[in-house]
Every structure is written in structure tokens, then in C-alpha cells.
């Protein structure tokens, strides 16, 4: 069988299911793209299309990657060793989470972290006098919860606790000076993390990251840190 039957799986659209099958049986694209009534030029750019999609799951045996990745993840290398003959005799393929999965399982681990939290208040009563043209806002920018840094090599200590008192200071004065208001906002405007990953890494360009101790705590402390200045900003609304 053509090899390129394989690619069948990886196919989004029926015009693509299409011309994989007319490949498959006519055996060349040529032939597949006259069957089609499609260019020639236009069935080599689906099928670069469709192959380019399988790599990313692990399937290009022209290149000997036969071992696709489950669904959710993407390929991020791999290694094919060959004998003296040049045929490959072992394979060892590295995955990781699409971006989307990586999102989601963010969000189950917050939701677990703080699952001990719900219901632990009561909705409050609204106050007895304040001004509903007055928003009182708490914005946060780039504090990079998690981020190291040795005094000796850098000038200044910084760590998680450092991190989490100077947020709760700062959020803490901004709640004394602030007028009385019906509601009040803490705005994340990015960057609230140091890294964003357990490999303690920038997603995007993969620099390495001085991050204090492990991510999974670093997650943990972040959250409980939140909670923490939404429960300063509750004052506001208090008074």
C-alpha cells in the first residue's frame, strides 16, 4: 500500500480525503490531480499541506517517523538511530501538549487548588452608603511571581515571598487611599508568572528562567496569592 494512505487520519477536509485517496489508488499526484479536475500545483500544495500536519503528530515515514503522538499532543523531536546498513533500528519521539491542552490543564489544576474555597464566604450585604460613579482599581503589572534573584549576582534578593509582600503591601495602600466604591477591580495585566511552564522556560523563545524552587509551587503560591489581594479589595467595598 502507499505510504501516503497513511496520511488519511490527518486529513482535514473531504477535498483532502479526496485527493489522498485518488494518490493512493491512480499512485501518483499527477494522475490523482486529473481525476480531481484540481492543478497539479494545487494537489502538491494540499498534500505538503497534509504532510506537514502529520509530522506534527509523529507520522512522516519518509523520514522514518512512524509512532504518532495521541491526540492533544504535538511532536517536539525526535531521534531515529540506524545501523552501519543505514537502517533505522530505534526511535525515541518527545511530545508535549498543544497550547490549548497545556490551557486546560492550567485551569483543572487551578480549579482543584481552589476547590476548597468555594463557598467559604457568604455574599456580603451592600453597603450602607457609597458612590456608584466610583471604580476602585488594583492593577497589577508584570510582578513575575516566581522569578530568583541572588543579591551578590544581581544587585537586589527577590523570591516568591519577597513577591508576595510587596504585592500585598502595595495592593494593601492602594485599599487605604482609595474612596469608598461599590466595586472594585483587580486587573492582571500580564505577566503575573515568572515562567509559564514546569521546565521553567518562556514558551514562546524557550530561555531558561532563574524561577524559585519548583513551578507546581510556584502555581500553588500564585493562586493563594490572588486570593489574598481579592480579599484586600473586598475592604474597599466594605467601608
Known amino acids: 500500500m502507499d505510504s501516503r494512505g497513511g496520511l488519511l487520519p490527518y486529513c482535514d477536509t473531504e477535498k483532502q ?9 491512480t499512485g501518483t499526484v499527477v494522475q490523482a490531480a486529473l481525476v480531481l479536475g484540481i492543478s497539479e500545483r494545487t494537489a502538491r500544495s494540499q498534500l505538503a499541506r497534509i ?3 502529520a509530522a506534527r503528530k509523529g507520522y512522516a515515514p519518509d523520514n ?4 504518532p503522538v495521541p ?8 531521534s531515529t538511530y540506524y545501523n552501519e546498513d543505514g537502517v533505522a533500528t530505534g526511535q525515541w519521539v518527545k511530545s508535549k501538549l498543544t497550547e490549548e491542552q497545556r490551557l486546560v490543564a492550567i485551569k483543572e489544576a487551578i480549579d482543584e487548588m481552589m476547590a476548597d474555597y468555594q463557598g467559604a464566604t457568604k455574599p456580603t450585604k451592600g453597603p450602607k452608603s457609597s458612590d456608584e460613579d466610583i471604580v476602585v482599581a488594583i492593577p497589577m503589572g508584570d510582578p513575575h511571581i516566581g522569578m530568583y534573584a541572588w543579591s551578590e549576582e544581581s544587585g537586589e534578593d527577590f523570591d516568591i515571598n519577597i513577591a508576595r509582600e510587596d ?7 492602594l485599599i487605604k487611599a482609595s474612596p469608598s466604591a461599590s466595586t472594585c477591580l483587580v486587573i492582571n495585566l500580564g505577566d503575573f508568572f515568572h515562567a509559564d511552564n514546569m521546565s521553567n522556560t518562556t514558551s514562546r523563545s524557550g530561555h531558561s528562567l532563574d524561577v524559585d524552587t519548583r513551578w507546581a509551587k510556584v502555581l ?3 493562586c493563594m496569592l490572588m486570593v489574598d489581594v481579592v480579599k484586600l ?5 466594605r467601608r
Do not use: H, W
Not at 18 to 25: D, E, F, S
Not at 64 to 67: L, V
Not at 71 to 78: P, W
Not at 167 to 173: E, P, R, V
Open 233 to 237: 479589595a473586598l475592604k474597599s467595598t
Open 17 to 25: 480525503r479526496n485527493l489522498i485517496t485518488q494518490i493512493v489508488a
Open 51 to 53: 504532510k506537514r500536519i
Open 220 to 222: 500553588k503560591l500564585g
Open 71 to 78: 491526540d492533544g499532543f504535538v511532536v517536539s523531536g525526535v
Open 64 to 67: 522514518d517517523m512512524t509512532k
Open 167 to 173: 504585592l500585598l503591601s502595595a495592593a494593601s495602600q
